[in-house]
């Protein structure tokens, strides 16, 4: 069975980096194939993707936010770790981690539960 | 840049047919797939290229893909069902959620 789970700061300040760690279980990250994405909601708003990272540490970035975010592995292959720096209060948002298996038309399935994140003054 | 187009809201009788549509630029050479999120939950899978179904899934929700429209039908569509709807694909190495839709079951 595959759970992930997401953990970081529920309060940031606008200029501030959010760094989320995703922790998952029931796969490995070494397994060619596998990936982790992050995906956030803003409160009664639709999702929107934000980035990707596979096995081989292919990585792949929301373009409208891919000079802000950064995704990675990390040396434990458990967790995957995303930074996105400058926050700004319309970043507010739940942020999801999810499994994807690489192939062309790739779904993401399943998700972790989410973390809010406020940024605010 | 590519972008999914969902109706915001669909109303559906208990036990009647919900039509959920996505639309996109020749959508229907890509394969979409569609997740339920009900209120204060995660979004869970329930549709996969075009038309398969997780293990899990009631067989009342099919899926259809074809010219620049994909389709999540409902049939036999119970109070449980009443969620908000997101298809999903991919632009090259980017992936595209539509707007969603809320499906009220009344």
């Known amino acids: 069975q595959i759970t992930l789970k997401e953990s970081g700061p529920t309060l940031l300040k606008p200029t501030q980096t959010l760094t989320l760690t995703c922790a998952f279980s029931g796969f490995s990250l070494t397994t060619s194939g596998e990936g982790v ?4 909601q803003p409160p009664g708003k639709a999702l929107e993707w934000l980035a990707l990272v596979y096995w081989n540490d292919d990585k792949h970035y929301s373009p409208s936010l891919h000079n802000r975010l950064t995704i990675t592995k990390d040396p434990s292959n458990t967790r995957v770790v995303l930074t996105m720096t400058n926050m700004d209060p319309v970043d507010t948002a739940t942020y999801f981690c999810t499994h994807n298996i690489r192939s062309t038309w790739a779904w993401f399935d399943p998700w972790g539960q989410g973390t809010l994140v406020t940024v605010s003054s | ?5 969902q109706p915001p809201s669909v109303s559906v009788s208990p036990g009647q047919t919900a039509s959920i549509t996505c639309s996109g630029d020749n959508l229907g050479e890509k394969f979409v797939s569609w997740y339920q999120q009900k209120p204060g939950q ?14 899990g899934i009631p067989d009342r929700f099919s899926g ?11 049939s036999g569509t119970q109070s449980m ?3 908000d709807f997101y298809c999903q694909t991919w632009d090259s190495n980017f992936v595209l ?5 809320k499906l009220t079951v009344l």
């Open chain 2, 81 to 83: 069902d009443e969620a």
């Open chain 2, 1 to 5: 840049s590519s972008e999914l187009r």
């Open chain 2, 97 to 101: 959620f539509g707007g969603g839709t």
């Open chain 2, 64 to 74: 259809s893909n074809s010219g620049t429209t994909a389709t999540l039908t409902i």
């Open chain 2, 42 to 55: 995660s979004p869970v899978l329930v549709m996969y290229q075009d038309k398969k179904r997780p293990s």
């Open chain 1, 37 to 40: 994405g992050w995906i956030r």
